[in-house]
């Protein structure tokens, strides 16, 4: 485990999309009482995750990229869980073996697991260490959900986390080159900010979120953004029946346009067409 690391005042960042400069998302100058607990051996992470209390955070997981395209996936190196102070960085690929207590906690409906493209994380975690978890929420789905007028389009378009922070909390979540680094060694000091950005993130807009969705009366069902992943399938809240993504009040909007002809096929079409050249006046 490592001490947490000293804030820094975070620059601004210019939108590509706007002439707003926004703030450089940092997990630390978003909480109260920051602290980043970063474990790479499975008795010290059972001891801090056995005293963790109930309640929603945010989940990712990071794993080392393939130089060449077509090998297979590599493991899972890095689960990251956050809170709305606390960010606990779980270094898998340097234990002996998974952690007992991070894998109740996963498969735990006591606590709330929250993010972006979670059900694809939550499906390579089970081929990767057969581990269920329980009570995810996909935050692409709650964010249509709670907000249809400003998103349309399918129901099951995702939404980048990115786009949610800079929609909700008016700051940037930089990517860059350390989300293509190499998450199987020893965590670097950037890495671990990165890790802990991307998880407390997702605690953040959750909670958002959820405040919006307590002001809808009726208040939205979590069957239209919430699941578990067991076994490696899609179930609902029981963990008894196959979930999929649906929300019979969403309005998705108008169709979009349809697409332009293609004026390369037209001007080949046009300059195939026969010359006729005038006759001679006899």
């Not at 700051?171 to 020893?186: H, P, T, V």
């Not at 959750?206 to 899609?234: C, E, K, N, W």
Request: aromatic share 10%.
């Amino acid at each position: 485990m490592t001490p947490p690391l000293r804030g820094r005042t975070p620059p601004a960042r210019k939108l590509h999309s706007s002439n707003i400069a926004l703030p450089k998302y940092s997990w630390r100058h978003r909480s109260i009482t920051p602290a980043l607990f970063y474990f790479t051996n499975h008795h010290e992470a059972n001891a801090h995750l056995a005293r963790l209390p109930h309640g929603p955070i945010g989940f990712d997981l990071e794993w080392r990229p393939n130089i060449r395209k077509g090998q297979p996936e590599n493991r899972v190196a890095l689960v990251q869980l956050a809170t709305a102070d606390t960010v606990i960085l779980v270094h898998v690929h340097l234990m002996t073996q998974f952690p007992s207590q991070l894998a109740e906690l996963l498969s735990s409906s006591s606590w709330i697991k929250a993010g972006v493209s979670i059900k694809y994380d939550c499906m390579k975690l089970y081929r990767d260490y057969g581990v269920s978890v329980q009570n995810c929420v996909e935050l692409s789905l709650l964010a249509r959900t709670v907000d249809n007028v400003r998103w349309k389009g399918k129901y099951t378009n995702p939404l980048g986390l990115a786009r949610l922070v800079e929609t909700y909390e008016q700051a940037a979540l930089l990517k860059g080159k350390i989300q293509r680094s190499n998450w199987e060694q020893y965590l670097t000091a950037l890495q671990q900010e990165y890790a802990a950005n991307d998880a407390h993130a997702g605690y953040v807009v959750y909670s958002r979120l959820l405040s919006m969705a307590q002001a809808i009366d009726p208040m939205p069902l979590p069957t239209y953004y919430s699941f578990s992943v067991i076994s490696g399938l899609l179930r609902d809240s029981s963990g008894l029946y196959p979930w999929q993504a649906h929300n019979p009040h969403y309005d998705p909007g108008p169709p979009p346009p349809p697409k332009p002809k293609n004026l390369d096929k037209d001007n080949q079409e046009s300059n195939s067409d026969p010359v006729i050249f005038p006759q001679p006046i006899s």
